[in-house]
């Protein structure tokens, strides 16, 4: 069994800061891609950003600039810093991790229950 773990949401006024934490457990045995999106009300989930096991990372061009995606390997961690928060990046923030478990088992995608991000004066 995988879980991941997130933490770090509440609410923010506008131009304000947020650091997010993702952490993944149970059995794995490697993790690959982890990623952050989100999914405002009445929106579809979208992608905000991902990085790779290297450490390589894509933003949507919607938080370029303002947010930064970064993992601890060692502890299966992923971050995401978002700075310059307005009321447009309100939304559930869910953590996905692809992860292989074994030797035997294909890589699959998983996801976190999500935490609130919400931006108001």
Known sequence: ?????????GV???GG???????????????YTMAWYRQ???QQRESVADITS????????????RYTISRDNAKNTV???????NPEDTAVYYCNA????????AARDYWGQGTQVTVSL
């Open 40 to 42: 405002a009300p009445g």
């Open 12 to 14: 923010v006024q506008p």
């Open 79 to 85: 971050f995401l810093q978002m700075n310059s928060l």
């Open 1 to 9: 069994q995988v879980q991941l773990v997130e933490s770090g949401g």
């Open 54 to 65: 290297g450490g390589t990372r894509n933003y949507a061009d919607s938080v370029k600039g």
């Open 17 to 31: 800061s947020l650091r997010l934490s993702c952490v993944a457990s149970g059995t794995i045995r490697s993790v």
């Open 98 to 105: 692809r992860i292989q478990t074994s030797w035997t088992t």
